[in-house]
């Protein structure tokens, strides 16, 4: 589990240095060790996760305690909706906190060997260890402002809302985006990346600038995970794990040996933006040709598999990805790039970004589904640096300031932990 | 763009260049890497000195047994123009992560359609630079000749397999001098004591530069002086000259029926940056300098139809006889245009912080572009204009522009371009 992670180091991200806690003492306090613990909640989209973050001043890491997650899978042929995903994430949201905090203090006595699923109902059904207090424990609740759905959204909100005050600590909002972003920079030490953020609401190229992240490209119309999932829904992949993973695994069948056919997809860059409506309408289109062959191997070169439309799809979709963050490595003079989000551990999309940033004499920076799928622990990362950095919007004082948002863009929020300057490619 | 300033050793990213470019010798200078952008790389050749008469036996030296019958024709061109010394070569090289099927078709038919649109703009009297010559090359490396690559020699069976793929556009351009509007805004902005940037300047002394950077005190700007660290635009007379300009020209480009498509500061080109023509006088503030600027970089343009009255005389196309377009197609022109400013505008504002009064400088030279047309064809031809009456009191150029920006409005608010979801 994520506590076998190694702790990540402060100085590798260049942020500016750490003020001094008494300045924001009125906000929260170190615990009795010293250290810096937030707790994280994550409930956007789909996924819930809790998480829980150490600040070490000591060795000046940041260690992952804990980072449980569910996600709602909906049935085939089904997307998401607002209702059932919240129903969902109020139904886990204390198990899965009580789980974090299990994982993250364990009792002694706790059997630290059981298989997961097995590790997993025990941490569910338990109450943390005796000895834990949330009080001294823990420096804040982080949890998540928008963008996201509604629902699912004020379902967690109100979790960590209620944690909070039966806690008596302070509240952290947070931006998903800049948490993605804050996760990956620490899991991976990219000081000053190109960020790729790709998910099933989001696909945005981010470059930091002056005090904030900027988009320098992004969807004009829906997202890349947006478009992925709903083609696996016409053609009915299933949702479990992801459509994206199912699309992934279908595309994966071509080989050397035996290609995949291309098909043509439309292929819309402008500028730095990306559009994928209209490819969607194309392909989806395509599902009802008569060359179209749902079961079964093709028997002349006009005929195409589900196999063949998966593969051209995500080399199509993330060409044009790929080709709008290169734009912005140019743009911006930046030679190393960070993909995070659903979409971001798709194996596909890292090996063509590790191939153009390879050619650009950069360095890709990528992590697997634990960190890139939306998680608590991403939530905590931004929280803690929020909180430790004094950061006015993001520090709420009580309940009030904690509304949801469900449209709250990336370059809204005041990066206060990263230096003013524009650092390389001014 | 770096300037020529900067010799150092060719360097660059991807696959080989192909072998004719790498071959191509003018005297003793091998192409020299100007820039690597996203898609293509930017290589500037010094041409030959070479007498019209002996253009034919230009000096190309090339490996035995390749024919390189394009390189002939291109060296040939480009030695009997007269006043060309140096010209831009833009290769756009094979991606490696793209499907090669994918590749090739957006590469060749970006060139194509990069020189159409340059042809176009000049035809329209836009400046942007010539178009000198186009060329498909291999950029396989056979023999295991001179070029000195990574890739160079793979046995037979994977030159067979990525022969394909293998292929580099190659567009002739004419050399553009100065530097680029970002690098000049930038250059205001930052304080003298940042001279990173300088070096690159060709040949500028170093004083002239920090003079034109604390030209400060004209500055109109009402935050900048609140927040001293933060990075602000200068935004000045001089600024707001040469944004008023861009605007203009963007116009025109736009009612000769070319839409950019990546218009960002980096991709427009300032001919004389003020402190290189700086003569002792401080010129930046007596209105004497009118800024000189080139849209470069035609790599994601489009065409539509052109609106230009004057066009149907210049050029005898097919595009004499509609001088209003009609309303439909208007419409659709209007959202191109309107795209293509708001990349424009955000391109501003996320390159250069704080420059908003910057983006309506550029509105306004925009519009005011349209309103100039549409009093030349008032003055010009009242007297022998048959559809009159398709001209309201509102002249039909300046209902063109509104109606740009009004799309403009309604983009700006689509979807979650405002604020994003999820």
């Not at chain 1, 009030?400 to 005041?414: H, I, P």
């Not at chain 2, 063109?400 to 983009?411: A, D, F, I, K, P």
Request: one cysteine or more; a neutral charge.
């Amino acid at each position: 589990m994520t506590f076998t992670d190694p702790p990540c180091p402060l100085s590798p991200i260049h942020n500016l240095p750490l003020p001094s806690p008494s300045r924001f003492s009125h906000l929260y306090r170190p615990n009795h060790q010293g250290k810096t613990v937030v707790l994280g909640i994550e409930g956007s989209a789909n996924k819930v996760g809790v998480g829980v973050l150490c600040y070490d001043p000591e060795t000046e890491t940041y260690q992952t305690l804990s980072n449980p997650r569910k996600t709602y899978v909906s049935p085939v042929g089904c997307g998401f909706l607002p209702k059932e995903t919240s129903w969902h994430h109020q139904a886990h949201v204390v198990a899965l906190v009580r789980a974090a905090l299990n994982e993250a203090y364990p009792d002694d006595d706790s059997p630290q060997s059981l298989s997961y699923n097995n590790a997993y109902e025990h941490r569910f059904k338990r109450s943390p260890h005796p000895h834990f207090l949330p009080n001294r424990h823990l420096s804040a609740i982080a949890f998540t402002l928008g963008p996201g759905m509604g629902g699912p959204l004020r379902s967690c909100a109100i979790a960590a809302r209620t944690l909070a005050l039966l806690w008596k600590l302070p509240l952290v909002a947070v931006n998903h985006c800049i948490a993605h972003i804050e996760m990956g920079r620490v899991a991976t030490s990219a000081a000053d990346p190109v960020v790729l953020y790709v998910s099933g609401g989001n696909t945005q190229v981010i470059a930091y600038s002056d005090g904030r992240y900027r988009i320098f490209g992004e969807t004009i119309d829906i997202a890349v995970g947006n478009c992925l999932d709903r083609f696996a829904r016409v053609v009915g992949l299933s949702n479990d794990p992801s459509p994206g993973y199912n699309i992934e695994l279908e595309a994966r069948k071509h080989t050397n040996d035996t290609p995949l056919k291309f098909v043509d997809l439309p292929y819309v860059v402008k500028g730095m933006d990306v559009s994928f409506s209209g490819l969607l309408t194309f392909i989806e289109e395509l599902t009802k040709s008569k060359h179209f062959v749902r079961d079964g191997p093709t028997e002349n070169d006009e005929q195409f598999t589900i196999a063949d439309l998966c593969y051209s799809l995500q080399e199509t979709i993330f060409a044009m990805l790929v080709e709008i963050t290169e734009r912005t490595m140019a743009h911006c003079g930046q030679s190393s790039v960070l993909v995070v989000g659903g979409v971001g551990c798709n194996k596909r999309l890292q090996d063509m970004l590790e191939l153009m940033v390879s050619d650009r004499g950069g360095t890709l920076c990528a992590m697997d589904h634990r960190y890139c799928i939306d998680n608590g622990a991403m939530i905590a990362q931004a929280g803690i640096f929020g909180l430790q950095y004094g950061s006015e919007s993001m520090c709420v004082k009580g309940v009030e300031g904690t509304d949801c948002r469900q449209r709250f863009r990336t370059d809204q929020v005041e990066i206060v932990w990263r230096p003013k300057t524009r650092g390389k490619h001014s | 763009m770096l300037s020529p300033a900067e010799e150092s050793e060719p360097t660059w990213f991807g696959p080989p260049p192909p072998a004719e470019l790498l071959r191509y010798e003018s005297s003793d200078v091998s192409p020299h890497l100007l820039s690597q952008g996203a898609e293509a790389r930017v290589w500037l050749l010094h041409l030959p000195k070479t007498s019209d008469s002996d253009a034919g036996k230009a000096t190309v030296s090339v490996g035995s047994g390749i024919s390189v019958p394009k390189l002939n024709s291109v060296t040939q061109l480009l030695s009997i123009s007269p006043g060309i010394h140096t010209t831009i070569c833009k290769e756009r090289f094979p991606k490696k992560y793209r499907h090669p099927q994918l590749d090739i078709s957006l590469t060749k038919s970006r060139t194509k359609a990069e020189a159409r649109c340059l042809i176009r703009c000049q035809r329209a009297g836009v400046p942007c630079p010539n178009v000198l010559a186009i060329a498909h090359w291999s950029n396989e490396q056979k023999h295991g000749d001179s070029c000195n690559t990574s890739g160079r020699l793979m046995n037979d069976k994977s030159i067979s397999l990525t022969e394909t793929s293998n292929t580099s556009s190659c567009l002739f351009l004419e050399y553009i001098h100065g530097c680029t509007v970002r690098h000049y805004l930038e250059e205001r902005s930052n304080p003298p004591s940042t001279d990173s940037h300088k070096s690159k300047h060709s040949g500028e002394p170093e004083v002239k530069r920090a003079r034109c950077g604390a030209d400060e005190p004209e500055t109109i700007d009402p935050n900048q002086s609140q927040e001293q660290e933060r990075i602000t635009t200068v935004i000045d007379k001089q600024t707001l000259l040469v944004a008023r300009t861009l605007g203009a020209l963007v116009a025109k480009m736009h009612a000769a029926g070319v839409i950019h498509g990546d218009l960002t500061t980096s991709n427009v080109m300032l001919r004389n940056p003020p402190s290189s023509s700086y003569n002792g006088s401080s010129n930046n503030d007596d209105g004497s300098w009118t800024p000189q600027l080139v849209l470069i970089d035609f790599g994601l343009a489009t065409s539509t139809s052109s609106i230009l009255p004057n066009e149907s005389k210049t050029s005898s196309t097919a595009l004499s006889n509609k001088q209003k377009p009609k309303q439909h197609k208007q419409q659709h022109n209007a959202e191109e245009k309107a795209v293509d400013l708001y990349v424009l505008e955000r391109a501003f504002l996320s390159t250069h912080p704080e420059s908003e009064l910057l983006v309506e400088e550029v509105w306004r030279g925009y519009r005011s572009f349209y309103e100039g047309l549409d009093n030349d064809y008032h003055t010009n031809e009242t007297n022998l204009d048959k559809d009159r009456n398709e001209l309201n009191t509102i002249g039909a150029y300046s209902h063109v522009v509104n109606s740009v920006m009004n799309r403009l409005e309604q983009v700006r608010l689509r979807g979650r371009k405002r604020e994003c979801f999820g």
